[in-house]
């Protein structure tokens, strides 16, 4: 499996403010994620992160707020924008590597907006 | 697009005995069914996964099955220990197309000692 770091690990913010989260993976990766995790709940997928192009957003996320990049095979960065405590969440990487492509997650960014 | 439901939502079983968590999908495209195990305060963990030409697989304690033609499948844990407490996703995706996981909405197991 691939190794997913991702920084920051934690952190509190303002609301207002915007946050941007960093993905790093040891190994080129044809496929990366963000995902987001509310408190108690289930894992939803932000957008899939395209290398060299826009990312493909869910229904119900937007560039606006979400604004990803990806400039490489191993990278990518999550903006969490103008911030509100409903943003308050674990915001998670995941990449699909090795034999049939399984999917991996990074160790999370877990954000909390006052 | 694919939607998973998960029972239950909580499970409590004594330790030594068998848990079983149910999930069913609604996209006859779906090919991988993956289960991940999510600790309190820690990220998700892949612990055993299933492709749609295999009917089951199991990896020591750990098996899942799947029916495809009913659109459902299962993780069976057999001699639960305390350790075996998390909560537990089942999700589905493609192996073409958007390829993203769809996720259950989640069982919390306990085990109890």
């Known amino acids: 499996s691939a190794v997913i770091s991702q920084k920051p690990s934690r952190d509190i913010c303002q609301r207002g403010t915007s946050l941007t989260i960093q993905c790093q993976v040891d190994?080129?990766?044809?496929?990366m994620f963000w995902y987001r995790q509310q408190p108690g709940q289930s894992l939803t997928l932000i957008a899939t992160?395209?290398?060299?192009?826009?990312?493909?957003?869910e229904s119900g996320f937007v560039i606006d707020k979400f604004p990803i990049s990806r400039p490489n095979l191993t990278f990518s960065t999550l903006t969490v924008s103008n911030m509100s405590p409903e943003d308050s969440s674990i915001y998670l990487c995941?990449?699909?590597?090795?034999?049939?492509?399984?999917?991996?997650f990074g160790e999370g960014s877990w954000l909390t907006v006052v | 697009g694919e939607n998973v439901e998960q029972h239950p939502s909580t499970l409590s079983v004594q330790e030594g005995d068998s848990a079983v968590i149910k999930c069913t999908y609604s996209?006859?495209?779906?090919?991988?069914f993956p289960w991940y195990k999510q600790e309190l305060g820690k990220r998700p963990q892949l612990i055993i996964d299933?492709?749609?030409?295999?009917g089951e697989k199991k990896d020591q304690r750990i098996a899942v099955t799947l029916n495809k033609t009913a659109k459902h499948f299962s993780l069976h844990i057999t001699e639960t220990q305390p350790e075996d407490s998390a909560v537990y996703f089942c999700?589905?995706?493609?192996?073409?197309?958007?390829?993203?996981?769809?996720f259950g909405s989640g069982t919390r197991l306990q085990v109890q000692p």
């Open positions: 995941s990449v699909g590597t090795g034999p049939g492509n399984t999917i991996y």
């Open positions: 190994s080129q990766v044809t496929m």
């Open positions: 992160a395209n290398q060299g192009s826009e990312a493909t957003y």
């Open positions: 996209d006859s495209a779906s090919n991988y």
């Open positions: 299933i492709r749609s030409n295999v």
């Open positions: 999700a589905a995706s493609t192996d073409t197309g958007r390829r993203a996981l769809t």
